[in-house]
């Protein structure tokens, strides 16, 4: 729960620097934090469903300033923008298209695929082994690629 306590920090420190933005920002966090934790039996969330939590916060960030700029709303989607910014700052750093395409070429080589057939089977392996590292379609797209689709 280290990301609980370190978003926790984050809002005081927002708050004595009154930086309304931010702190916005890090109250929707701890927003979704704390439903999570109501959903589920027990009161601890898994790191992985931390992260999926937070790319889903930057994922719905991104489109909503895409619609604002699709109707000439630019200051609507500089703040959905700039919030997704804050939230991305808890994610860890994205691996590289080329250190991916190595990960999913050693999956391909370990469970022995060879055709789209096996898609689901490395896609599985994928997503968990680069799990909040990696956008879900480009994992697709390189399998896809990789296994001659």
């Known amino acids: 729960m280290a990301l609980e306590t370190q978003i926790m920090a984050d809002i005081k420190a927002a708050m004595l620097a009154r930086d309304q933005k931010k702190l916005e920002a890090l109250r929707a966090i701890k927003a ?4 999570e934790k109501t959903k589920g039996s027990s009161d601890e969330i898994s790191e992985a469903a931390e992260l999926s939590l937070l790319q889903k916060l930057v994922k719905q960030r991104k489109e909503s300033a895409a619609i604002y ?4 709303r630019q ?4 703040e959905e923008l700039f919030q997704a910014s ?3 700052a808890y994610l ?3 691996i590289s298209d080329e250190k991916l ?3 999913i070429k050693d999956i ?3 469970t022995g695929s060879s055709s789209m057939k096996d ?3 490395v896609m599985g392996m994928a997503t968990k082994q680069v799990a909040g590292k990696a956008d879900n379609a480009k994992i697709s797209q390189i399998v896809r690629s990789l296994l001659g689709a």
Request: charged share 20%; hydrophobic share 40%.
């Open 69 to 72: 700029t699709e109707n000439g």
């Open 108 to 110: 391909i080589a370990q």
């Open 75 to 78: 200051e609507l989607a500089d």
């Open 119 to 121: 898609m689901g089977k």
């Open 86 to 88: 804050v939230i991305e």
């Open 101 to 103: 395409t190595g990960i």
């Open 32 to 35: 979704q934090l704390l439903l």
């Open 92 to 94: 860890p750093k994205p």
